[in-house]
């Protein structure tokens, strides 16, 4: 079955400064890749998603990058505000995401004012 | 969001007692799922429904039995709870078909804990 590896597992950064949360998976038909955050106390919830046709996709200051090559993806958060403090969930399907999602096992990312 | 319910929010039981989670959603997704959150493991998936009486195990099913009668209900029951099986539990649902939203949902939670 397909296995997610994400990393780093905690995250610290300034605020306005950039972070970056990696994952990697196994499974070369894996076509769908959401990301998902999960604020303290709360339930996950999806904040973005790119399907192995499109190598980035960007909405505001959050951005997804694919390389099917290479079988890893990436969450890129600008200009970090406080409120992005949270656990961030990678996770990968077949079939478009109308399967089960595989997830990693999260990043805790915390903005220091 | 007030469209996937989950109940009890939060129980307490004993080992070796059976325990039913319920989860209900009013969108008429197709898909549902059940998770458990434990810290350094993420999200992994017990059991998933594509439809009303198609189920299929997930990551970590043993111990764990689920049903899908209706559509919109999505139990999971501990048969005989263990102490490895105190947890968060997610319910989700999302929509099927390609072209259709892949976005899974998911309730607020269940925090059990066995004692």
């Known amino acids: 079955g397909e296995n997610v590896e994400q990393h780093p597992s905690t995250l610290s950064v300034q605020e306005g400064d950039s972070a970056v949360i990696k994952c990697t998976y196994s499974?070369?038909?894996?076509?769908?890749f959401p990301w998902y955050k999960q604020e303290l106390g709360k339930r996950p919830q999806l904040i973005i998603d790119?399907?192995?046709?499109?190598g980035e996709k960007k909405d505001q200051r959050i951005a997804v990058t694919l390389n099917k090559t290479a079988k890893h993806f990436s969450l890129h958060i600008t200009e970090t505000q406080p409120e992005d403090s949270a656990v961030y969930f990678c996770?990968?399907?077949?079939?478009?995401?109308?399967?089960?999602?595989?997830f990693g096992t999260g990043t805790r990312l915390t903005i220091i004012p | 969001d007030a469209g996937i319910t989950q109940s009890p929010r939060y129980k307490i039981t004993e080992t070796g007692r059976q325990v039913t989670l319920m989860c209900h959603q009013t969108?008429?997704?197709?898909?549902m799922f059940w998770y458990r959150q434990d810290l350094g493991h993420g999200l992994r998936l017990i059991y998933y429904?594509?439809?009303?009486?198609?189920?299929d195990k997930g990551e970590v099913p043993d111990g764990y039995v689920v049903s899908r009668s209706k559509t919109e209900n999505f139990p999971l029951t501990l048969e005989s709870a263990t102490r490895s099986q105190t947890s968060v539990y997610f319910c989700?649902?999302?929509?099927?078909?390609?072209?259709?939203?892949?976005?899974?949902?998911f309730g607020p939670g269940t925090r059990l804990t066995v004692l």
């Open positions: 989700a649902s999302s929509e099927s078909g390609l072209g259709g939203l892949n976005e899974q949902f």
């Open positions: 499974d070369s038909a894996s076509n769908y």
């Open positions: 790119i399907r192995s046709n499109v």
């Open positions: 996770a990968a399907s077949r079939n478009f995401g109308n399967e089960k999602l595989t």
């Open positions: 969108w008429s997704h197709s898909y």
């Open positions: 429904s594509a439809a009303a009486d198609i189920t």
